[in-house]
């Protein structure tokens, strides 16, 4: 599985950025899609997470409310949604598909890293 993200940028605190995450090749194997970030200084932590096929969704705390992960899967897209951006949202995002629909807060679950994209938010 190939993934491409796409969609960072710099914005003003408060306002919104919409990331996607492109897959291909081996699609048949997605079983969920999560998106982490990696902020400078600090882990790469878990932000979204969303099931291939049912469509559960799971957030962070730090996000909920705020951003919304969601999936095209006749376009094998997967999206996020920020809205009401923060400076501390400012970090390397990056998506990652699993073969498990479960822990996936957990990057132990997760098989295939695109390239992150950087959200940059101004205060």
């Known amino acids: 599985v190939q993934l491409q993200a796409s969609g960072g940028g710099l914005v003003q605190a408060g306002g919104s950025l919409r990331l996607s995450c492109a897959a291909s090749?081996?699609?048949?194997?997605?079983?969920?899609v999560g998106w982490f970030r990696q902020a400078p200084g600090k882990e790469r932590e878990f932000v979204a997470g969303i099931t291939w096929n049912g469509g559960s969704t799971y957030y962070a705390g730090s996000v909920k409310g705020r951003f919304t992960i969601s999936r095209d899967n006749a376009k094998n897209t997967a999206f996020l949604q920020m809205n009401s951006l923060k400076p501390e949202d400012t970090a390397v995002y990056y998506c990652a598909t699993a073969t498990y629909a479960g822990g996936l807060e957990y990057e132990s679950r997760y098989a295939y890293w695109g390239r992150g994209t950087l959200v940059t938010v101004s205060s």
């Open positions: 090749g081996s699609i048949f194997s997605i079983d969920a």
